[in-house]
């Protein structure tokens, strides 16, 4: 496995990185899960992972917006529907039948860098058997299964006051970090670290959108009243007439960026109602001319599809933020898996080109498989992670 690190330019995507005001998912460990073992993946503004068929690529986002569900108060089961597969092919059951996986994460912010470490046992029931949450070497949550027969871990989290932890349980089927604001008074400056180093993790994974457009649902009328961005992309005739409406200045950047990869003339974007509560999007070429996005080919929908993505924000796209946090203070991540599916090289170029560039300004991180990154070459800020053997 080899890691390669584009040069980016004096004052761009480093700087912006490395704003301590918006917390932000900068490793991913995979110490035992699916085909991955003791991997450490650090995860720049703008990260690509390439590699041949089977090596892995999906594996990697499949575990990052496992980590992000599960930072929003996901159960296990929603997190992962398919335990099984998670598990490396070569674990061997324990006396009691029991096989499991390990993931992780590091989120930087404020409190400086904070790592996750999660235990999930798979077989033969799913369930969280073992949890950390450290800052500067310090262990600030700490779970364990000490009795199979309950549904519950023990867990012990920082005081810092009369007795240096407190313990009690905690759910089994949930992620102990992102219970702790419900647990710890935050009486104590060991307890307030704690808390703060939690919020840190959460609202670094909380802000994901895992978005894999699928051309043959776009070519249908949306209903016109759907809201935010499904991950298919399936509404994007509807989001568009939104988009347009409420800020013309972002729609005609959309536009203008559209127009790059797509053949032919692009002046705007509109959306047409079809008279049976659903609208169609089309494509203004000028004079006149428009074209129903349905006759575009597969490359050029996705292509405008994730267009949207990168320019727009949480407001737009079916993700879930932390509310009680402002918008400001978050990064939004999008996962994008098979991020140059049936597009030309030159689309693809266009398309991360229009990524490094929203991703400079901090606000947005993109992690992307794609099947090979030789035309990213030269792209400043782009992270090349290749999975191959």
Known sequence: M??????SPPGSACLADAR??????TELRLSAFAGHRRAVFALGPLTLFTGPSGSGKSRVLQAYEALARLGGGAGLAEAFPRPAACVPERARPDAQRRRGFRIGCTADGPQGPVRLDVAVQAEPDLRVVGERLTSGGLVLLETALRDPGRASVQAAWHTAGSSPVTRGPLPDDRLGTALLPLRV??????????????????????SVFACDPSPRRMRAPAPSAAGRLLPGCDNL??????TRAECARRHALLASAVG?????RVVDLLAEPLGDGTVRALLDRGDGLRTPLELLGDGE????????????????LEVDPAGEVPAALQTLTVLADGLDRCMDRRQARQLLELAARMCERGHIRLVGAVSEASWAAGVEGVTVVDLSP
């Open 2 to 7: 080899t890691v390669s690190f584009a040069p």
């Open 20 to 25: 301590p005001d918006r917390p932000r998912v």
């Open 185 to 206: 008074a935050g009486r104590t400056d060991g307890q307030r670290r704690v808390l703060a180093a939690a919020e840190q993790m959460v609202v670094a994974l909380r």
């Open 237 to 242: 005739a509807a989001v568009l007439r939104r």
């Open 260 to 264: 790059a990869g797509c053949a032919g």
């Open 301 to 316: 929908l996705r292509y405008a599809a994730l267009a949207l993505v990168l320019l727009t924000g949480p407001g737009v």
